[in-house]
């Protein structure tokens, strides 16, 4: 049976990974965890969110994320040994990585990506600029592109991502997560080059198991039927990189979705 009420666990230490990024490492309860899937997280008084997993050991996971709104403000400003709630995990992760899989991230989209890096042949790590990218100390070795150029490459994770594949490295699958007009573009890369694409989407969840019907993308509940989708199910989804549900359950453009997500 499963249970669905948080678990309160004691945070056991928090990182600054970059410019409005942090990681809370809490102690290791998750059965069954796959990469991608993700886990809700309550703080008490404030409010419910899901979250990916970017750290994943026997003892400890670590959740990473961007201080966006009230809720990510907060949970940046608590300290070790204050309480946290999380129940999950939920929905459906990444397949098995294998021989000549590509990491590709971009923004806080490398978080869930992370547990499954050292399986990868390639990892590119994108950010808008060098003081927000994630992980450069702990994945020295991935290639790092800025939209300014102020760190690695200038450009964008496609520009990267086309170089792999014209030099003739034989790519046995992408996995994607980031901004969605960031992932279409890569969908839509691999399409062409026939190279089978997985990724990862998100939207404003309530409940995580599908039952508030809130995180809807076209027909696909993704808290239950994501959030990691084939790219060849999400490609010519009407809802992807084009419009999702505030928490009112109003369908409003993408645009206005991620304005709201920062109040």
């Known amino acids: 049976m499963r249970d669905d009420y948080p678990k309160t666990l004691e945070i056991k230490d928090i990182r600054d990974e970059a410019k409005g990024f942090y990681t809370i490492f809490l102690p290791n309860i998750l059965q069954g965890f796959n990469p991608g899937q993700f886990v809700m997280l309550w703080q008490p008084g404030v409010d419910e969110k899901p979250f990916g997993i970017s750290y994943f050991g026997k003892d400890k996971i670590g959740i990473t994320f961007e201080v966006k709104g009230r809720f990510t403000k907060r949970l940046s400003q608590m300290k070790k040994g204050d309480i946290v709630g999380i129940r999950g995990p939920y929905g459906n992760g990444f397949p098995e ?9 971009g923004g806080c989209g490398i978080a869930p990506l992370a547990p499954m890096a050292a399986k990868s042949a ?5 950010a808008r600029s060098s003081d927000l990218l ?6 020295p070795d991935a290639v790092f592109v800025t939209d300014d150029g102020s760190f690695g490459r200038k450009g964008f994770v496609t520009a990267a991502l086309s170089d792999i594949i014209e030099s003739g490295k034989n790519i046995s699958a992408v996995y994607c997560c980031g901004p969605e007009i960031m992932m279409q573009k890569v969908m839509e890369l691999c ?3 026939s190279i089978k694409c997985y990724i990862s989407a998100e939207r404003y969840m309530k ?5 508030c019907g809130q995180c809807m993308c076209g027909d696909n509940v993704v808290c239950m039927d994501g959030p990691v989708f084939d790219a060849d199910d999400m ?5 992807f990189n084009s419009s999702a549900r505030l928490k009112s359950g109003r369908k409003v453009p993408l645009a206005e979705y991620y304005a709201y997500r920062t109040k």
Not at 134 to 139: A, G, N
Not at 235 to 239: F, K, S, V, Y
């Open 134 to 139: 994630l992980f450069r100390k702990r994945f």
């Open 97 to 105: 990585p294998g021989k000549g899989c590509v990491i590709v991230g």
């Open 207 to 211: 409940c995580g198991f599908g039952v």
């Open 191 to 193: 399409r062409k080059n």
């Open 235 to 239: 490609l010519g989804n009407p809802d």
């Open 122 to 126: 390639s990892l590119i790590i994108g």
